[in-house]
């Protein structure tokens, strides 16, 4: 195995605040693809959104897998020099996400890699194991050493293991073993596997490069290195690809129960505007969020502003609906956040400052409307409002293109605490007078859902509290160990 390399000290995500989620993990693969650790690079680079803790690439040539990873945004983990390194036409990649800070996580930077009885494999996930915990537990009490804190690794383990390494369907039943939200990207010396769990919790598609096999998170992946994209992985289904062409199986149990199971939020917040996330143009439907929350929250206003760049598309759907004119209230610096080391909440709160800056010239004096597509901890909306009132805004109302987020994840995305998010001890006019806003509206489930003619595929969790399978109640201690605090490969 190659030593993880710390290129970079880990630093606050750019794109993430006080009044977001954290981001998840993106994936991409290649095979039959010259050149595969240029491709999976641009694949990532498209992706960089979905995780800036960490990436890597692992290729596989000549039966040889060797990997290159590294803490901080994808160009300073996999720098050009180390891709010359990675020859093959096979091979697959990771950005990283996940809630651990400290100096264990080099250790949980993806893909990773394991040595069995019978040769090198390289894993990559999206997504948390809920039974993780039960079964690392378990398998430590058969002697098993484990190398990472991170839930992903308990694919490697069940790979290695006897009962399931005769198995000609060992890929299969290994994952058919995890309970939880997945979707893995995994590779032995000769073969590329994309899986996706039975709900379909995260994204997977795959695409067509020349000859060869591409597969992302996202689309704008598929679309950006100039591949044709294919069609999504199917919950429940494992492609394998070799010499000897592709093979598409279904696993055969459910994994904690049937149904399907998308993450909405993956619409609402997390992917790319560009991309088809389950049959849907992410864009289009944010844009359908904010016509249907004018409808839902008309106000009489001068303007309707984004908070950029995550209420842009809300914002002009909500302009054209309401007739009020689209303008831009806020400029965002993008250079904000990979630059510092933010300890303390008041250093992060003066860099979520510095990130957005209201214009006097587009707000003084006017009724604004502000839209964004969520509110997690209020902390950060609330200083948007100020920002607002300070720059002449003269009644600011807000709008948000999602209901409001009361309740935790437990299939991979990095939600506070339920104590920690505002709307789960708070109701909305509560909300309203802590962020001083004149009026406060939130997009409604049956809004939420409205874009969607299969509206019981959707979890919508985090805002009504039904949870679609189990959660996990494992002891997550144990992931303490080695790898640092406890994380989940999100
Ligand atoms: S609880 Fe919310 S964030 Fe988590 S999978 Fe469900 S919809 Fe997505």
Same mark, same amino acid.
């Given at each position: 195995?190659?030593?993880?390399?710390?290129?970079?000290?880990?630093?606050?995500?750019?794109?993430?605040?006080?009044?977001?989620?954290?981001?998840?993990?993106?994936?991409?693969?290649?095979?039959?693809?010259?050149?595969?650790?240029?491709?999976?690079?641009?694949?990532?680079?498209?992706?960089?959104?979905?995780?800036?803790?960490?990436?890597?690439?692992?290729?596989? @040539?000549?039966?040889?897998?060797?990997?290159?990873?590294?803490?901080?945004?994808?160009?300073?983990?996999?720098?050009?020099?180390?891709?010359?390194?990675?020859?093959?036409?096979?091979?697959?990649?990771?950005?990283?996400?996940?809630?651990?800070?400290?100096?264990?996580?080099?250790?949980?930077?993806?893909?990773?890699?394991?040595?069995?009885?019978?040769?090198?494999?390289?894993?990559?996930?999206?997504? @948390?194991?809920? @039974?993780?915990?039960?079964?690392?537990?378990?398998?430590?009490?058969?002697?098993?050493?484990?190398?990472?804190? !991170?839930?992903?690794?308990?694919?490697?383990?069940?790979?290695?293991?006897?009962?399931?390494?005769?198995?000609?369907?060992?890929?299969?039943?290994?994952?058919?073993?995890?309970?939880?939200?997945?979707?893995?990207?995994?590779?032995?010396?000769?073969?590329?596997?994309?899986?996706?769990?039975?709900?379909?919790?995260?994204?997977?598609?795959?695409?067509?490069?020349?000859?060869?096999?591409?597969?992302?998170?996202?689309?704008?992946?598929? !679309?950006?290195?100039?591949?044709?994209?294919?069609?999504?992985?199917?919950?429940?289904?494992?492609?394998?690809?070799?010499?000897?062409?592709?093979?598409?199986?279904?696993?055969?149990?459910?994994?904690?129960?049937?149904?399907?199971?998308?993450?909405?939020?993956?619409? &609402?917040?997390?992917?790319?505007?560009?991309?088809?996330?389950?049959?849907? @143009?992410?864009?289009? &439907?944010?844009?359908?969020?904010?016509?249907?929350?004018?409808?839902?929250?008309?106000?009489?206003?001068?303007?309707?502003?984004?908070?950029?760049?995550?209420?842009?598309?809300?914002?002009?759907?909500?302009?054209?609906?309401?007739?009020?004119?689209?303008?831009?209230?806020?400029?965002?610096?993008?250079?904000?956040?990979?630059?510092?080391?933010?300890?303390?909440?008041?250093?992060?709160?003066?860099?979520?400052?510095?990130?957005?800056?209201?214009?006097?010239?587009? &707000?003084?004096?006017?009724?604004?409307?502000?839209?964004?597509?969520?509110?997690?901890?209020?902390?950060?909306?609330?200083?948007?409002?100020?920002?607002?009132?300070?720059?002449?805004?003269?009644?600011?109302?807000?709008?948000?293109?999602?209901?409001?987020?009361?309740?935790?994840?437990?299939?991979?995305?990095?939600?506070?605490?339920?104590?920690?998010?505002?709307? +789960?001890?708070?109701?909305?006019?509560?909300?309203?007078?802590?962020?001083?806003?004149?009026?406060?509206?939130?997009?409604?489930?049956?809004?939420?859902? +409205?874009?969607?003619? =299969?509206?019981?595929?959707?979890?919508?969790?985090?805002?009504?509290?039904?949870?679609?399978?189990? !959660?996990?109640?494992? =002891?997550?201690?144990?992931?303490?160990?080695?790898?640092?605090?406890?994380?989940?490969?999100?």
């Amino acid at each position: 195995m190659e030593s993880p390399d710390e290129t970079d000290c880990p630093e606050f995500p750019a794109h993430m605040d006080d009044d977001h989620p954290g981001e998840e993990c993106g994936l991409f693969g290649a095979f039959g693809c010259p050149g595969a650790a240029r491709i999976i690079f641009d694949g990532l680079f498209a992706q960089q959104h979905r995780g800036q803790e960490g990436a890597g690439i692992a290729v596989s @040539n000549a039966g040889k897998i060797r990997c290159v990873k590294g803490l901080g945004l994808l160009a300073n983990a996999v720098p050009a020099g180390r891709i010359r390194e990675l020859a093959g036409d096979m091979g697959i990649g990771h950005v990283r996400y996940s809630t651990t800070g400290g100096g264990g996580i080099a250790h949980n930077v993806q893909p990773l890699i394991g040595d069995c009885v019978d040769g090198r494999w390289a894993v990559a996930h999206n997504g @948390n194991i809920v @039974n993780a915990y039960e079964l690392r537990r378990l398998h430590q009490e058969s002697g098993a050493l484990f190398q990472t804190g !991170t839930d992903s690794e308990m694919l490697l383990h069940l790979l290695a293991a006897p009962g399931y390494r005769k198995d000609p369907m060992r890929v299969a039943r290994a994952c058919e073993t995890l309970i939880g939200a997945y979707s893995f990207l995994i590779m032995s010396r000769d073969r590329l596997y994309a899986v996706r769990d039975p709900h379909g919790f995260r994204p997977l598609v795959m695409g067509r490069l020349g000859k060869g096999w591409v597969f992302a998170s996202e689309t704008c992946a598929i !679309t950006q290195i100039g591949a044709v994209y294919e069609r999504e992985i199917e919950p429940g289904e494992l492609v394998a690809v070799d010499a000897n062409g592709m093979a598409s199986t279904r696993l055969s149990r459910s994994g904690g129960g049937a149904g399907l199971s998308h993450c909405v939020f993956e619409i &609402v917040y997390f992917a790319r505007p560009d991309s088809r996330v389950f049959g849907h @143009n992410v864009h289009q &439907v944010r844009v359908s969020y904010g016509e249907r929350l004018a409808e839902e929250y008309p106000v009489d206003a001068d303007i309707v502003i984004a908070v950029p760049d995550s209420g842009n598309s809300a914002a002009m759907g909500y302009a054209r609906k309401s007739g009020i004119p689209y303008e831009m209230g806020f400029i965002r610096n993008h250079y904000v956040g990979r630059t510092f080391i933010m300890p303390g909440q008041e250093e992060r709160a003066s860099q979520v400052d510095k990130k957005l800056a209201a214009m006097p010239e587009t &707000v003084g004096g006017k009724r604004v409307v502000v839209v964004d597509d969520s509110i997690v901890r209020g902390t950060t909306m609330r200083r948007r409002v100020r920002t607002l009132r300070e720059a002449g805004a003269s009644q600011v109302h807000l709008r948000i293109s999602c209901p409001p987020v009361a309740h935790p994840c437990y299939y991979g995305i990095d939600f506070p605490t339920a104590g920690e998010l505002i709307a +789960s001890s708070k109701s909305v006019e509560e909300i309203r007078r802590y962020m001083e806003a004149d009026s406060l509206g939130y997009l409604s489930v049956t809004g939420l859902l +409205s874009p969607f003619a =299969d509206k019981r595929s959707y979890c919508i969790a985090c805002f009504d509290g039904f949870y679609p399978m189990e !959660t996990g109640s494992g =002891d997550k201690s144990i992931l303490d160990e080695p790898g640092g605090p406890a994380s989940s490969d999100s």
